[in-house]
């Protein structure tokens, strides 16, 4: 697709996120935690995770480009995006309540967070926000339908609706339109990473994919997605890495070399570095019910 450089991008970029726009429900879950059983380590998750404090007090300190320590007590909502690793302490006591919704925005058929494009605010606290505890009610709710089929659908439209009171009173970022209105040049590009993401990004294919010379193609998909494409690559192998541990019984390292790393040692290091914990304790910590707020 083309673009004009005038005014109406905005509402080309606009239509063309409509026509593209994936929400992907993972699950909705309510958890009472114990101080003793609650993760004390540096812990991230694949997907964006969004927490309701139903009960009690939690200090959550965030490391890297944030770098910040907030407290979240009851009413208040935490939206986490996978690149924040984040470590809990309970203040409240010995206990707390908390609703935990996990989901992915996706757009242009190219595992493009959709929340990268906004300002969002972390947390999310004070009167306003009646109608975000009622999309958490309605996904607690969602848990109790019987039917499979009706479940997913209402789940996922769970999902826009979630979106939607997330997104109501925040912004988009200055260069989100340029970034949208770049990933059509990208597209083949793009395509061909998510279908290939066990082997190793050849740049020069993938330039000539986008009729660009290397280093312009480079620049361009590191405005554009706001990564480089091997930082592509290994977030859609760590998204996979986490599916495989959660669904299979497959041994680490086979996972590893299933989604592109053949050095399970190495596949332990990136995982434990973006993920926080190692792959086994990962897997560990979903099987015994450990779910990061």
């Known amino acids: 697709m083309s673009y004009n450089t005038d005014v109406n991008v905005n509402e080309q ?27 004390t380590e ?38 986490l995006l996978p690149s924040m690793q984040r470590v ?27 929340m990268s494009f906004f300002d969002l605010p972390v947390l999310y606290s004070g009167v306003d926000n009646a109608s975000l505890i009622g999309a958490f009610r309605d996904f607690t709710e969602a848990t109790e339908i019987v039917d499979p089929f009706k479940k997913h659908i209402v789940q996922n439209a769970l999902c826009a609706e979630l979106l939607r009171h997330i997104l109501t009173s925040i912004d988009l970022k200055p260069n ?9 040049r990208l597209s083949e590009a793009v395509d061909y990473l998510i279908t290939h993401y066990a082997e190793a990004p050849d740049v020069s294919m993938l330039a000539r994919l986008s009729c660009l010379s290397p280093s312009r193609f480079h620049a361009v998909f590191k405005e554009t997605l706001d990564c ?54 990962y897997r560990q910590n979903i099987r015994t019910g450990i779910v990061v707020p």
Request: aromatic share 10%; charged share 20%; glycine share 8%.
């Open 13 to 39: 970029v606009a239509k063309l996120l409509a026509q593209t726009l994936r929400c992907e429900f993972h699950y909705a879950r309510v958890y009472n935690a114990a101080a003793p059983h609650f993760p």
């Open 228 to 281: 480089a494409p091997n930082e592509l690559v290994r977030r859609i192998r760590l998204d996979k890495a986490v599916a495989l541990l959660a669904s299979s019984d497959l041994e680490v390292a086979e996972i590893g070399q299933a989604v592109g790393w053949n050095d399970p040692f190495h596949f332990s290091r990136i995982f434990k570095r973006f993920l926080g914990v190692s792959p086994s304790r």
């Open 88 to 114: 809990h302490r309970i203040i409240s006591g010995g206990n707390v309540r908390y609703c935990v919704v996990c989901a992915t925005f996706e757009v242009l058929d190219s595992g493009l967070d959709l």
């Open 42 to 79: 540096w812990m991230a998750a694949a997907q964006p995770a969004f927490s309701l404090m139903i009960e009690g007090d939690v200090e959550t300190r965030i490391r890297g480009e944030m770098n910040t320590t907030l407290h979240w007590g009851s009413g208040d909502v935490l939206c």
């Open 176 to 184: 989100a339109v340029q970034r949208l209105a770049g990933i059509g």
